[in-house]
């Protein structure tokens, strides 16, 4: 799977926009970009993922560069539930899910009140 | 929908004691379920595959004969710590992955057990 760079740490005010970047320069061409997030002293929790085009769901948008080389997770109106360690990771989607993930160091988010 | 349970949450055993985890998927069934360690501070570490029927397949550096890994059934893996050491204690994180042909490959992960050996 590619190397993924993020920030170690963002702070963000609650009900403002969290953006979240993610540098994958050396994805190819079948690799999705996949984001989770961690709440302290729990299990990573799915929150989007997408090849190519931008995507949105109701926690979050990926935004995605046309190269692919980098990517961002927007949380529209962060609240402070929102603090985790977000983690950008590439990998197939294919073989039904058959690879374990590779966690990076992550993106320690903070939303201040 | 896609929901995996963890039990116990935490645990607290002496040394050389044996101890398992349970990780079950209640509404879908998971073929490939993923064993994770986390220590404190640091990143989730992959330590295991496990798929339905079969043995599990380890990552380099995990020890097959001190974690046993069971995947008797497609709703449930477990993990059995054997003769725990303190260097054992950590958060250990399951993730069921959903059969490609039920509609996806997400992974959805447990909320964790904390395991704490004295």
């Known amino acids: 799977d590619a190397k993924t760079t993020q920030p170690p740490s963002m702070d963000c005010a609650e009900g403002r926009a969290a953006n979240l970047p993610c540098n994958h320069s050396?994805?190819?061409?079948?690799?999705?970009v996949y984001w989770y997030r961690q709440i302290h002293s729990q299990g990573p929790q799915y929150i989007i993922h997408?090849?190519?085009n931008n995507e949105t769901n109701e926690m979050a948008s990926l935004i995605i560069t046309e190269d692919r080389k980098s990517s961002t997770l927007i949380l529209p109106h962060a609240t402070l539930r929102d603090t985790a360690v977000y983690y950008c990771?590439?990998?197939?989607?294919?073989?039904?899910?058959?690879?374990?993930?590779?966690f990076g160091k992550g993106t320690h988010l903070i939303i201040q009140p | 929908g896609a929901v995996v349970s963890q039990h116990p949450s935490w645990v607290i055993c002496k040394s050389g004691t044996s101890v398992k985890i349970e990780c079950r998927s209640l509404?879908?069934?998971?073929?490939?379920m993923f064993w994770y360690r986390q220590f404190p501070k640091q990143s989730l570490m992959l330590m295991a595959t496990?798929?339905?029927?079969?043995?599990?397949?380890?990552e380099q550096g995990v020890e097959k004969d001190k974690f046993l890994i069971n995947h008797a059934s497609l709703t449930l893996s477990t993990l059995t710590v054997t003769s725990a050491h303190p260097e054992d204690s950590s958060f250990y994180i399951c993730?069921?992955?959903?059969?490609?042909?039920?509609?996806?490959?997400?992974?959805?992960f447990g909320p964790g057990t904390r395991l704490t050996v004295l």
């Open positions: 997408g090849l190519k």
């Open positions: 050396t994805i190819s061409g079948n690799e999705y």
């Open positions: 990771i590439v990998r197939l989607a294919s073989g039904g899910g058959a690879d374990g993930l590779t």
């Open positions: 993730s069921a992955s959903r059969s490609v042909w039920d509609g996806g490959n997400e992974q959805f």
């Open positions: 509404d879908f069934q998971a073929t490939t």
């Open positions: 496990s798929n339905e029927g079969s043995k599990a397949t380890y």
